[in-house]
């Protein structure tokens, strides 16, 4: 099968759509018009252009969210605790660059500033509309943003899908009517989004004021664990770029806010907590792309029974899904930034060999453990890194795997040990265990160590980075020190209250840098699936069945379709599997 077209010379615009199309066109002559020939099956070049394209068109739609120049925000009320109002007082806060007009019918001004009766009455052009009115005056609404070519709407009405099946009714209407008028939604029923940048400084939530700027770009679905996420990076070192709360996500969704943030120079890692996925083949084509250049640490929840789940299956589907993805499945919001905290602050190593410093066997003992539990090895070290650090101190050290400098060792038995082993190539990270029972400040020990690895990496003989960690036991202090040496040295040293979690981390960095490192593969034109008779089985497994399962007789008919072997399978054996 072939696209064919005949196109005149002189017609350069159509010839370019052509030439950018990817696809690989044949072109003939017949009495001075060209006869354009392209096949109908894309070629790999053609898939990479349309995603492209895709990306370019998604994210310049997402733009006036992130980048509004102007805002209305519809329903600010005089009442101090209505949502309009504190979304309205927050952009007024928290400095947005542009003009913020408050709408209300029933009021002259809000907070002291001019209220218009609608948003008609607002002499500027408007780029992003904030709803905060009852679901039922939305549709009407949404009608006159239209008018007033509005390109963005935020909605954080409640009264939606969320309810019952008449609010789901309601908005299904919502995205028809939105997607009629060429606009885009987030929401409904969610708590806004942010753009920490100093050019925008949009503080479009109801949520308070606690988080730093920095790289870490956010999507939830939840509002209350969006509360719980800015809360914690209140007293943490992290910072974020932007943060987007999506609600019932009933327009913008996860996939959408990977394109976005795929080419965003703010932003080095995305932070995903996904309930459900609006279409995993997307998600994954996408993801697997995004994970090329920024990592993309996800937090999924329906491990257990209790969780939105269908079954167990659907978690091995998830499992599945990420790891061909690159995407780092996090099992918990703690070890999520953990994770974003490594992956922002040092390089990824170069595989898993790791080495460890300590001044307490037993902190060692439990670092190796948890690292061998999580694929790390730790190798011994070579000859010429044991024989420079026997002579650290007075006692003797061990000179094993972890390294132990024993409880009197200083900042500068710490230093000499890690410049020694940064050198040994038999090592691809460090972690640094420390028990404050000496003299020596965690404060003194991060600075000494972090300008120790800023050092080393300006050597020549050290060909790529390595990471280093480290883990003080001395809980009260772990976050604030990590904050004060973040802020006064060149090299941000990533800490851990506890060694099992700075392992953990590190064994999720080093099988994402595998990944990076893996070929990237092409899809394989496959001739021996029955597309069809999949199809088939699914959607009549789907039409007598709510919950999507397939039993066994209808699992071999798919595997069979798809041109997959089949074995034997015991009689007695009745597992189901979901689509």
């Not at 009407?140 to 509005?150: N, S």
Request: proline share 6%; with cysteine; charged share 20%.
């Amino acid at each position: 099968l072939s696209i064919v077209a005949t196109v005149r010379p002189e017609n350069t615009l159509m010839l370019e759509v052509f030439r950018k199309s990817g696809f690989e066109p044949h072109i003939t002559w017949d009495e001075g018009v060209m006869r354009i020939e392209l096949p109908a099956t894309p070629s790999e070049k053609a898939r990479a252009q349309a995603e492209a394209r895709e990306q370019i068109a998604t994210a310049a739609s997402l733009n006036p969210f992130f980048r509004p120049e102007s805002i209305a925000v519809i329903g600010a009320s005089r009442r101090a605790e209505g949502f309009g109002r504190r979304v309205f007082e927050q952009l007024i806060r928290t400095g947005f660059t542009g003009p913020v007009y408050p709408v209300n019918p029933h009021a002259r001004s809000i907070a002291a500033v001019r209220a218009f009766p609608s948003i008609h009455d607002i002499p500027d052009q408007i780029d992003l509309a904030i709803l905060a009115i009852p679901a039922q005056q939305i549709l009407a609404e949404v009608d006159a943003c239209a008018a007033k070519h509005v390109r963005a709407l935020l909605v954080l009405s409640a009264g939606f899908e969320e309810t019952n099946a008449e609010g789901l009714a309601l908005q299904n209407t919502l995205v028809k009517k939105v997607r009629a008028h060429g606009m885009r939604l987030i929401g409904p029923n969610c708590f806004g989004l942010r753009n920490m940048a100093p050019d925008t400084s949009l503080n479009a939530t109801v949520l308070p004021n606690h988080a730093q700027p920095g790289r870490i770009a956010i999507s939830t679905q939840s509002g209350a664990l969006g509360v719980a996420v800015l809360d914690y990076l209140q007293d943490s070192a992290l910072g974020i770029s932007m943060f987007v709360n999506v609600g019932n996500k009933a327009d913008v969704s996860g996939n959408d806010l990977l394109q976005y943030w795929e080419e965003d120079p703010s932003t080095d890692l995305i932070l995903l907590y996904l309930e459900s996925f609006g279409n995993p083949r997307t998600f994954a084509r996408l993801a697997r792309r995004v994970a090329r250049r920024k990592p993309i640490v996800a937090i999924k929840s329906g491990r257990s029974a209790a969780g939105v789940t269908r079954s167990d299956y659907a978690n091995y589907a998830t499992e599945a899904l990420f790891r061909q993805a690159g995407v780092i499945r996090a099992e918990t919001l703690e070890e999520s930034f953990d994770i974003a905290t490594l992956l922002t602050r040092q390089p990824l190593p170069a595989g898993n060999r790791v080495a460890v410093v300590t001044n307490a066997a037993g902190l060692g003992a439990l670092c190796v453990d948890a690292g061998q539990a999580h694929g790390l090895q730790f190798p011994a070290l070579s000859p010429a890194t044991a024989e420079a650090c026997q002579g650290l101190l007075p006692t003797s050290v061990d000179l094993d795997n972890p390294i132990n400098l024993r409880i009197e060792a200083q900042p500068e038995h710490y230093t000499t040990a890690v410049q020694h082993v940064l050198r040994d190539t038999t090592i691809d990270a460090v972690i640094v265990l420390y028990v404050p029972i000496g003299n020596a400040t965690e404060q003194e020990l991060a600075e000494v160590l972090s300008h120790t690895v800023h050092t080393a990496r300006g050597e020549t003989g050290q060909a790529k980075p390595k990471p280093v960690l480290a883990c003080f036991l001395h809980q009260d202090r772990a976050l604030s020190v990590a904050g004060e040496v973040a802020s006064s040295t060149t090299t941000t040293l990533p800490l851990f209250r506890f060694p099992e979690a700075a392992a953990r981390s590190l064994a999720h960095a080093a099988r994402y840098a595998a990944w990076q490192r893996s070929p990237l593969g092409q899809v394989p034109a496959l001739s021996d699936v029955d597309a069809d008779a999949a199809r088939n089985v699914i959607e009549t497994v789907l039409e007598s069945h709510a919950e999507g399962e397939l039993g066994q007789p209808d699992t071999q008919a798919l595997l069979t379709a798809a041109g997959l072997p089949l074995s034997d399978a015991p009689e007695e054996a009745d597992e189901t599997s979901v689509v």
